[in-house]
């Protein structure tokens, strides 16, 4: 159970323990066909929260149809300009991103969270150590980034608007699990976790995997966001993963485990592992399969496993609950094993 505030953004409640997705479209917000289509393929990937830049005014009111035409809260992101923040409350956004650091002043930003107020409009402040106040400059940066966010916390609370979400992203992994292990302690706001700039594909995973992950096993985060060089809906397949990695997916689901191969291996365990994942996926259960290299080790190696295969020379053995149930030749593995998914599903 969280301990945080709880924040809704249209159906989400962010800080209720369930971590969520998000992403962010990387369309051309005027585009909005290009838009809709992409934020579809996040809602099927099974993003639950979806961003788009505002860079002008006809990106604020692009918005509104788009909005229109999917089925998750939409967060708008807003730089340098709160004019562009009301637009896009105005055209029925559930929550705004904006760092406080370049939206013009308190002023502007205590009249944004009035606004925001009346329209039950939920706020994210992503503060972003490029663009501190120069007061910040000598604090050790996890401190600076932490102390900035709080600063803007107390602004907005002294206008009694409460629905906030901080984030305080860095493209160090250091450095941003050190602050949001600042934030964490400092006050019971939401965190919405990410490392920024993380990179193309495989860097960013990892940078991700360890900033988010080692969070998240801490019980710190309570919305995610992988940010990579790609596309959007790996970035949403990617935090999937990760949550599931840290025991934090909310729903059941079908976990593949496979040996790293060695001399001892008879099969073709990427191959057959890659396919059994593919046959798995769209599993609601959570049952864990084992797709191992031998009979020698195979079956041990592979505890907490709830069935799988052990490869042999021509042979592999099928185990169930940890107790050997049938030899299959080689080339049937793939079918046979199906077959005894399927029955552990229906069973369990
Ligand atoms: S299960 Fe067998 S083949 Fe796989 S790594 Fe272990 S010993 Fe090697």
Known sequence: MSNKRIVKVGNVEIGSGKVSIQSMTNT???????????????????????????????????????????????????????????????????????????????????????????????????????????????????????????????????????????????????????????????????????????????TGLVKSAVGIGSLLCDGIGDTIRVSLSDDPVKEVEAAKDILKACDKYNKPYCEIISCPTCARTNIKVKELAEQVEEMCKDIPKAIKVAVMGCVVNGIGESQGANLGVAGGKDKSAIFVDGEYVCNVNNEEILPVLKKYILEYQSKN
């Open 28 to 202: 051309k917000t005027t585009d909005i066909d290009a838009t809709i289509n992409q934020i579809l393929q996040l809602e099927k990937a099974g993003c639950e929260l979806v961003r788009s830049s505002v860079p002008g005014e006809e990106s604020a009111i692009a918005l509104k149809e788009i909005i229109k035409n999917i089925h998750i809260p939409m967060i708008a992101d807003i730089h340098f300009s709160h004019k562009l923040a009301l637009m896009s409350a105005d055209a029925g956004v559930n929550k705004i991103r904006i760092n406080p650091g370049n939206i013009g002043g308190v002023d502007k930003a205590k009249y944004l969270a009035d606004y925001l107020k009346e329209r039950n409009i939920a706020l994210r402040i992503g503060v972003n150590g490029g663009s501190l106040d120069s007061k910040y400059k000598s604090m050790p940066l996890a401190k600076a980034m932490c102390e900035s966010a709080l600063e803007y916390v107390s602004v907005l609370e002294k206008c009694n608007f409460y629905d906030i979400v901080i984030s305080a992203k860095s493209s160090n992994v250091k450095t941003m699990i050190e602050t949001y292990r600042l934030l964490d302690k400092a006050c019971d706001y939401p965190l919405h976790l990410g490392v920024t700039e993380a990179g193309i594909y495989h």
